[in-house]
């Protein structure tokens, strides 16, 4: 199991091959080209 903060109010939580993300407001912008950019 991992997490973190995604946002200024959110938070995310990666367990058993799901990826959850509670709160509200907006996500951090992540760069996607290659997976080693984003937490999860």
Known sequence: ???G???RN???LFKDGTLTISG??????Y????DDDTPW
Do not use: F
């Not at 509200?24 to 912008?29: A, C, E, F, L, N």
């Not at 760069?31 to 290659?34: I, Q, R, S, V």
């Open 10 to 12: 959110l938070t995310w």
């Open 31 to 34: 760069y996607c080209e290659d």
């Open 5 to 7: 903060k995604c946002g």
């Open 24 to 29: 509200q407001g907006y996500i951090y912008d």
């Open 1 to 3: 199991m991992t997490s």
